[in-house]
Nanobody, 124 residues
Framework: QVQLVESGGGLVQAGGSLSLSCAAS????????IGWFRRAPGKEREFVGG????????YYADSVKGRFTISRDDAKKAVFLQMNNLKPEDTGVYYC?????????????????WGQGTQVTVSS
C-alpha cells in the first residue's frame, strides 16, 4: 500500500509561483509513476501532469505545458510540482496519485492511490 501526502498549496497572485510536494510511503516508490490532478470548483477532476519511474519521463496537459514542471527524488520518496506564471484558472485542489509501472495515464481511474489534496488559489 502507498500513502501520499501533498503539501505546499496556498494563495498566490496571478503570475506568481508555487511549489507543491507529494511525499510517499512504501517500499516500491522507485517503481511508481506519479501523477498530478486538480479539481476546480464545480468542475471534474482533470489531469495536470505526471512523471514515470525509471528515468523520470514527464508528460503535461496542454493547459500547463511550459509553466509547470514535475520532478522526483526517489531517495526522499517525493515528487514535486513547480508551478510558474500561475493563472486564476489554475485554482483548485491539487492531488497526487500513484500507479505501478512506467505509463503516465491521463484518466484518473488508472491511478490507484491518492493523496488528500492541497488547495491552490490564484487571485487575479
Amino acid at each position: 500500500q502507498v500513502q501520499l501526502v501533498e503539501s505546499g498549496g496556498g494563495l498566490v497572485q496571478a503570475g506568481g509561483s508555487l511549489s507543491l510536494s507529494c511525499a510517499a510511503s512504501g517500499r516500491t516508490f522507485s517503481r511508481l509513476s506519479i501523477g498530478w490532478f486538480r479539481r476546480a470548483p464545480g468542475k471534474e477532476r482533470e489531469f495536470v501532469g505526471g512523471i514515470s519511474w525509471a528515468g523520470g519521463r514527464t508528460y503535461y496537459a496542454d493547459s500547463v505545458k511550459g509553466r509547470f514542471t514535475i520532478s522526483r527524488d526517489d531517495a526522499k520518496k517525493a515528487v514535486f510540482l513547480q508551478m510558474n506564471n500561475l493563472k486564476p484558472e489554475d485554482t483548485g485542489v491539487y492531488y497526487c496519485a500513484s500507479r505501478l509501472g512506467p505509463a503516465i495515464e491521463t484518466r484518473d481511474d488508472a491511478w490507484l492511490y491518492w493523496g488528500q489534496g492541497t488547495q491552490v488559489t490564484v487571485s487575479s
